[in-house]
């Protein structure tokens, strides 16, 4: 079945059987490879794309539900001219990313709590990315970093 996809910003035409999950979609036909597949179950937060701007587990959503709206995925939190976004480089700076397999869905979901103006209390973050296990970093790197691009922001960095 013919699908029309946006994802990060861009338009996208691919043909995918009817039962195919947007991870399916994003990572198999447009090899956009930075969301990741775990558990199959929307259950780790490894596969977190954004959904018009919401955190939604790509793992478990059907692709044909994505058609006409928009779908950012790590790949689009790069800035257009290639430079970090303010998150990515605290994350650099903090420490927050270790092995890396849950960075890039701890970004997307850390992303959509920023652009919300949610207080980045250090309880309100681990809130925020109750969804998305990691086994390495023990989550206090990512707090900092989160706390370190929230302050940029309001400083106007």
Do not use: W
Not at 51 to 56: A, H, K, M, R, V
Not at 83 to 103: I, K, N, R
Not at 144 to 152: H, I, K, M
């Amino acid at each position: 079945m013919q699908l029309t996809l946006t994802i990060n910003g861009r338009d996208h035409q691919t043909d995918v059987p009817v039962g195919s999950t947007l991870l399916q979609v994003l990572r198999d036909e447009l090899r956009l490879t930075g969301t990741k597949e775990a558990c199959v179950e929307g259950e780790c937060g490894a596969c977190t794309v954004l959904l018009d701007g919401n955190p939604l587990d790509s793992c478990i959503y059907l692709a044909h539900a994505a058609a006409g709206r928009s779908v950012t995925t790590v790949e689009g939190l790069v800035r257009s001219d290639g430079v970090l976004s303010d998150l990515q480089q605290a994350f650099l700076e903090c420490g927050g990313v270790q092995c890396g397999f849950c960075t890039p869905g701890l970004l997307v979901t850390l992303s959509a709590f920023l652009d919300s103006g949610a207080e980045p209390t250090r309880e309100a973050v681990t809130r925020s990315i109750v969804g998305n296990l990691c086994r390495c970093t023990g989550y206090s790197q990512v707090v900092d970093a989160v706390q370190l691009a929230a302050e940029r922001r309001a400083a106007g960095r």
